[in-house]
């Protein structure tokens, strides 16, 4: 069944994991830090359920810092560990962020130059504006490209796609089809689409960070996916992180945590395997709790390869929109949680920040979305519902 997803963010409940605690034995303290933060989690689904009635589908945390590491769980089976895969979505774009700002730091690329002088000259990117944008306006979602991944084509448009999600409209024919770079770019330059001149305000665009995947291709010689595996996760030792690319690779590797869509008026749909090739750069990564909050505080720590100088720049904050606040260069900020990024991606709903003040990285992701074509209202509550859950974990990992 195709279904047509709205995007948000946040989480459910079923089982704890204790991970470590820098001692060679668990004490007292340390069972007090597992059965609050359990508490939390269940304190979590259970406004869901009473909200909502949900009953498939739940939420797992993470948390690490001076105190030591452990996870929890509400309602989803079996119980999710460290090294379980899930879709991080929107995280993604953590590390496109972070692959432009090492090309700029080893001078293959100024961030602060147009996109022009780096992207093929061919129809494909013949896009609006073109001559204008610059790289930095991509990562700072300032760069006013139309966003062909969450934005229905217009009307207007003389296409049989015009009116509709045009990823809908494709997998209608062929579900494993293969998006490209240039095919997605190429939409907004066939239409002449565009949704603002560059640095008018903050337009979240998918597509945006598409145009900095090509970017990084034609600079590095190397694909978007070859590049994330080779200047980070193998370096960094994220061995359960990695980047899809083709249509037909739908399935994560095992072990992961399953996924439902409860789409009101349908029913509830699993959506454990999904084609993610349209969201390659912005939404199409699996990583595991453990890798993915080794990866945002390595990054703002200055050591995942991208130095103190340039993680400074990606911190640099400008007014966003209601659900992200506000914006960096591919970071959002949060006071009393620190930096990091939020993601939703059929199903997986998750938050991650790392806090510099006080070293702690913290998770809370859900394995479900609620879907009510009567109400989108409802995805945005349950959005912020999993933003919010970030302090509580951290006040009680903190106590």
């Not at 069944?1 to 004490?27: E, N, P």
């Not at 953590?94 to 090309?103: E, I, K, Q, S």
């Not at 100088?309 to 900020?333: I, S």
């Not at 199903?347 to 006080?358: G, Q």
Request: aromatic share 10%; charged share 20%; net charge negative.
């Amino acid at each position: 069944m195709k279904v047509k997803l709205v995007l948000l963010l946040f989480i459910l409940s079923g089982g704890a994991t204790f991970i470590s605690c820098d001692k060679s034995t668990s004490s007292d303290d340390d069972r007090n830090v597992q059965v609050a933060l359990q508490l939390v989690a269940d304190d979590i689904y259970k406004n869901i359920y009473d909200k909502w009635g949900i009953e498939k589908g739940g939420i797992h945390l993470y948390i690490s810092g001076p105190s030591g590491e452990y996870m929890a769980s509400s309602n989803i089976t079996p119980i999710p560990t460290s090294g379980s895969h899930f879709r991080v979505a929107s995280i993604s774009k953590t590390f496109t962020a972070a692959a432009v700002m090492l090309l700029h730091q080893e001078g293959e690329l100024d961030i602060d130059d147009k996109i022009s002088g780096y992207l093929p000259n061919i129809p494909a990117y013949d896009i609006p504006y073109r001559d204008q944008i610059t790289i930095k306006q991509l990562i700072q979602h300032r760069s006013g490209v139309f966003d062909i991944s969450n934005t229905d084509i217009p009307d207007s448009v003389n296409a049989p796609y015009a009116n509709t999600r045009y990823e809908n409209f494709i997998k209608d024919e062929d579900d494993l089809h293969t998006f490209t770079f240039d095919e997605i770019v190429g939409l907004n330059a066939e239409h002449q689409l565009s949704t603002a001149a560059p640095d008018e305000g903050f337009y979240y665009s998918n597509t945006g960070y598409t145009i900095l995947g090509k970017i990084i291709e034609v600079v590095s010689g190397m694909s978007y996916s070859e590049f994330i595996d080779q200047k980070f996760a193998i370096p960094l030792g994220l061995t359960g992180t990695y980047s899809p690319w083709n249509g037909s690779d739908t399935e994560m590797r095992t072990p992961y945590i399953g996924s439902y869509l409860h789409y009101i008026g349908v029913g509830i749909i699993d959506t454990d395997e999904d084609n993610v090739s349209l969201g390659v750069t912005a939404g199409n990564m699996v990583s595991t709790p453990k890798d993915i909050t080794t990866w945002i505080r390595l990054l703002i720590t200055g050591k995942a390869g991208i130095n103190a100088g340039n993680v400074a720049l990606m911190k640099e904050m400008l007014p966003a929109d209601e659900g992200h606040g506000v914006y960096g260069l591919g970071l959002v900020y949060d006071e009393g949680l620190g930096y990091g990024h939020n993601g939703i991606h059929k199903s997986h709903v998750s938050a991650l920040r790392y806090n510099p003040d006080n070293e702690i990285t913290v998770l809370v992701s859900a394995n479900f979305i609620r879907l009510d074509p009567s109400d989108e209202k409802s995805v945005k509550d349950l959005g912020y519902l999993v933003r919010d859950a970030l302090l509580p974990v951290v006040a009680e990992y903190q106590k």
